[in-house]
């Protein structure tokens, strides 16, 4: 199970009992939006979209899940969610929550993360730490 998989799991822990069905008409229109401009652009732009991001990160009160699961004492603001089943290879479960997995286990499929732990999660790295410090030695 990977990493995001483990979080959702941990963050919530009570599945429904039934998921929507794969949305095949979804899943064709993803595809052909992948096929012809080489990314979901428009989709992360659609309202359908937009409403469901907002609920998701509301349902963690904005926070990110991997900094959560780190230090719960530490707020880090979620400003990403993810999917766990990307929507690359699963397009149909793009506009679900819960979806079923590989396996068919029922996997939260939508998570809240920060941006820093989202391109962590995808194994993306600008060549260097976040800097803490700040600029100047004055604190005013």
Do not use: K
């Not at 992360?44 to 959560?68: I, Q």
């Not at 260097?128 to 604190?139: C, H, I, Q, S």
């Amino acid at each position: 199970m990977d990493i995001d998989a483990q979080l959702a799991a941990a963050f919530y822990p009570d599945p429904p009992d039934r998921v929507p069905p794969y949305d095949r008409d979804l899943a064709s229109r993803l595809r052909e939006m992948g096929r012809r401009t080489g990314c979901y652009r428009d989709f992360y732009r659609s309202p359908a979209w937009r409403r469901l991001r907002a609920e998701v990160l509301a349902s963690m009160h904005g926070e990110s899940l991997v900094e959560l699961a780190a230090s719960p004492a530490r707020f880090v603001r979620a400003d990403t969610v993810h999917h766990v089943l990307r929507v690359s290879r699963w397009p149909g479960y793009a506009l679900h929550p819960w979806a079923l997995d590989e396996e068919g286990r029922v996997v939260r499929n939508l998570i809240p993360l920060s941006h820093a732990a989202h391109d962590a999660v995808h194994g993306r790295a600008f060549g260097g730490a976040v800097r803490n410090t700040p600029l100047t030695e004055e604190w005013w």
